[in-house]
């Protein structure tokens, strides 16, 4: 493609998945306006991309952000058990205030552009210690990082709806305070009736604010969690097919096979979205295991195969549930292609759909979502030429562009010094 309307920025020289061959890409206007062999454009900004694979921005959409980096002071020595962390996670809200959470927040938010995410579902605790302060924390952090980290707000009730007094209300008041999308953990309420109410609760309040919904579902090995095909019933009957992704949904890994059947077909047929978090699952999934060890991930081939809508989330950062993890959704796509077994060619095209346009897709923001003409110019060049490179060797990225705009750039010196 030719073309004399000058760029904000040229980048040269970049493979993508869908052309072998070296391109480059212009930006104008916080927007990609032109992608093809050497473009005769003049820019105000012109990058080298050396052959690297460029790449839409990284999506993630699950990531706790209020409980994020509380570092060593809260951290048990050893696993805590369930109680333990939910323990750590509830003594950390009885202190935390809106300022403090952003500024920890922020440092994984950084980090994560670092690595080329550039939209990010995050969650906020909603419960009686803090009530929604850890929600009005993420409002205010979606606005510092507005136009460079696309950021959605979703409120979580990880203490529950019904364990305590009020539960509904802080949901209302936390999606009054600018919340985007509602979420919820109804396998955890004590009975199913409660479980079942949970789910109505969160449909009736996102269709009453026309938002979406994202909830953890069944996160457990227990084949007896059954919330996640509660929920696509109801989404379903609501109408709201399109709009709901759940995250975990582990239990569908244990049940038998005609029952984990029947429910795929229903989350296929609400047209739910599933999120997959492999890191955290691994770690905290299949411990009573003995012989035949799970590996705590959701059915994420069986999904595939029924055409459900799959991705993957980095979900926890340093916090009660998973002390580690660095915000990079590449390593996150390593993990899926591990433990979901998906490390070949064409499954790890999919592997990187899944950090890419399947999770932007589930945050309803896959429009103008992607490397062709008209796109928002949010590009990762990764310095490798191929997807089975980037997700093989996660390197520095080379460059990072954000709502057109270049915002990281690193770059590895490596000297090799051959025997003489
Ligand atoms: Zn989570």
Redesign the pocket.
């Known amino acids: 493609m030719m073309g004399a309307m000058p760029a904000d920025l040229l980048l040269r020289n970049v493979r993508c998945r869908t052309h072998p061959a070296p391109v480059d890409i212009a930006v104008a206007a916080g927007a990609i306006s032109a992608v093809g062999p050497a473009l005769a454009i003049d820019a105000v900004q012109t990058l080298d991309g050396e052959g690297g694979l460029a790449l839409p921005g990284f999506v993630n959409a699950?990531q706790?952000l209020d409980k994020t980096c509380i570092g060593d002071a809260l951290r048990p020595p050893r696993w805590p058990g369930w109680a333990g962390m939910w323990e750590v996670n509830r003594r950390h809200r009885e202190t935390y205030t809106v300022d403090e959470i952003v500024d920890r927040a922020s440092g994984v938010v950084e980090q994560a552009l670092r690595h080329g995410t550039t939209r990010m579902r995050a969650?906020a605790d909603v419960e009686a210690v803090a009530g929604t302060t850890g929600a009005r924390a993420l409002v205010a952090l979606r606005e510092r990082w507005a136009g460079e980290v696309e950021v959605q707000v979703a409120v979580f009730p990880q203490d529950l709806l019904y364990a305590d007094p009020g539960g509904e209300r802080r949901f209302e008041e936390a999606m009054e305070a600018g919340a985007d999308v509602v979420g919820g953990l109804p396998a955890g309420e004590a009975t199913d009736e409660r479980m079942r109410a949970h789910v109505d609760f969160c449909l009736d309040l996102a269709r009453r604010r026309d938002a979406d919904v994202h909830m953890?579902c069944d996160d457990s090995d227990d084949p007896a969690q059954r919330s996640l095909e509660y929920l696509a019933h109801r989404t379903i009957e609501a109408g709201w097919e399109g709009r709901v992704t759940v995250?975990?949904a582990g239990a569908l890994a244990a049940y038998d096979e005609p029952h984990a059947r029947l429910v795929v077909g229903l989350v296929a047929e609400a047209g739910i979205s599933v999120c997959t978090?492999p890191q955290?699952s691994l770690l905290l999934h299949g411990r009573d295991d003995r012989g035949a060890i799970r590996r705590g991930t959701t059915r994420v081939g069986d999904l595939l195969d029924a055409g459900v809508n799959v991705l993957a989330g980095q979900?926890?950062v340093d916090d009660p549930?998973y002390p580690l993890g660095r915000a990079d959704q590449l390593e996150v796509a390593s993990f899926v292609a591990h433990t979901c077994q998906l490390a070949w060619p064409d499954e790890l095209e999919t592997v990187m759909d899944m950090v890419t346009v399947n999770a932007a897709r589930a945050m309803r923001t896959a429009d103008g979502y992607g490397l062709e003409p008209g796109d928002r110019a949010d590009i990762v060049v990764v310095p490798v030429a191929d997807v089975r490179s980037a997700v093989a060797e996660q390197p520095p990225r080379r460059f990072v562009i954000s709502h057109g705009r270049l915002v990281c750039e690193a770059r590895v010196e490596r000297t090799r010094y051959p025997r003489a």
């Open positions: 699950h706790h969650f953890l995250s975990h978090n955290i979900d926890d549930y």
